[in-house]
């Protein structure tokens, strides 16, 4: 493994990534750091001098020597890196401005909810941080996390929702809550991927000239201006696995794929519909997104203007073959 470049983080842009590379076989990884730890590691390496950035959960930490900077983790193995390419690429890094940047955080990146915790001079007394529970990820928070007021549209029950969902091209203008969009966005960030590296990129279009133009590459469909637009594309540069391009493209695909669905059905369970827009010019989607990342579909989300009992489906029997 070896130390690469850093990136802006995921939820802050006071934070950021730091990334790791395999050197002989596909794989990465990556520790995000707050703005209390980035700022603790800057002021260690302005000063060009050793010294450790303490975790929140008291175990992990950052030790900074001459020569090598060792990322101790906790349930995570220890990660390397030069002191020197270190020190440069984060200085460069924290010369200018960043905004988040929004990908997605695997389970196997390391970014714990911390703050810094100075050394206390010795004093003959041997110093016993207090322990302090580690906090859950961003991911779980959202995913646990309850309306302030009841909400009698919400089911939790997955076989009703399977059961009464339908898709809808009409919908309220009634604006989303925020809360119910981060659900949605979280569920798909559950969604299974190839390896666990998932190859996918989500693109929450706020923009009300984007939706438009929208509406003009998915076949002019209008429902595609819809009160929450979220267009899922493949990314197979993130899944590190050997094989063929083509293999990895369908894996990201899959991918894709597999997160819209489960957006979907996270919907449903919100007492939102939804349309799957699968007919749609890649090239102008790609056009209007500023990405060479290819479109796999556009999920249009909102309120239903009328409330339709779902559609009837072909027998279980005319869609299954048993094989003995």
């Known amino acids: ?15 950021c990534r730091l990334i790791w590379e395999g050197k002989n076989d596909d794989e990465s990884d990556t520790v995000i750091l707050n703005k209390k730890e980035l700022k603790s590691l800057v002021e260690i390496l302005k000063k060009d001098i050793a010294g450790r950035v303490h975790l929140e959960d008291m175990t992990s930490s950052i030790l900074v020597n001459s020569d090598v900077t060792q990322f101790t983790l906790q349930d995570h193995r220890q990660l390397e890196a030069d002191t020197f390419e270190l020190q440069k690429k984060v200085l460069e890094f924290v010369k200018i401005p960043h905004e988040p940047k929004y990908v997605y955080v695997s389970s ?3 970014y714990p909810s911390v703050w810094v915790r100075k050394e206390k001079k010795q004093t003959g007394k041997k110093f016993s941080p207090k322990r302090t529970p580690q906090k859950p990820s961003l991911l779980q928070t959202i995913l646990s996390s309850k309306p302030e007021k009841k909400d009698k549209s919400v089911n939790t029950d997955v076989f009703k929702i399977f059961a009464t969902r339908r898709s809808t091209r009409k919908f309220d203008k009634a604006k989303i809550e925020s809360w119910k969009i981060d659900k949605i966005l979280a569920a798909a960030d559950t969604a299974p991927t190839a390896g666990n590296f998932q190859g996918l990129k989500i693109f929450y279009i706020k923009n009300k000239t984007t939706k438009e133009a929208l509406v003009e590459a998915a076949n002019k469909q209008p429902y595609v201006n819809a009160p929450l637009v979220l267009v899922f594309c493949m990314d197979p540069s993130r899944v590190n696995l050997k094989f063929p391009q083509d293999i990895l493209d369908k894996f990201s695909l899959q991918d894709a794929t597999l997160a819209a669905a489960y957006a979907q059905i996270a919907a449903a369970g919100l007492g939102l519909s ?6 749609l010019d890649e090239k102008k989607v790609q056009t209007i997104l500023g990405t060479d990342l290819r479109p796999s579909s556009i999920l249009c989300i909102g309120y239903p203007d009328k409330k339709k009992p779902p559609k009837s489906r072909r027998k279980l029997k005319e869609l299954i073959e048993v094989i003995e």
């Open 1 to 15: 493994m070896e130390f690469t470049k850093v990136e802006p983080a995921y939820t802050s842009k006071d934070g």
């Open 108 to 110: 196997k990146e390391f």
């Open 274 to 279: 939804s349309i799957w827009i699968g007919m």
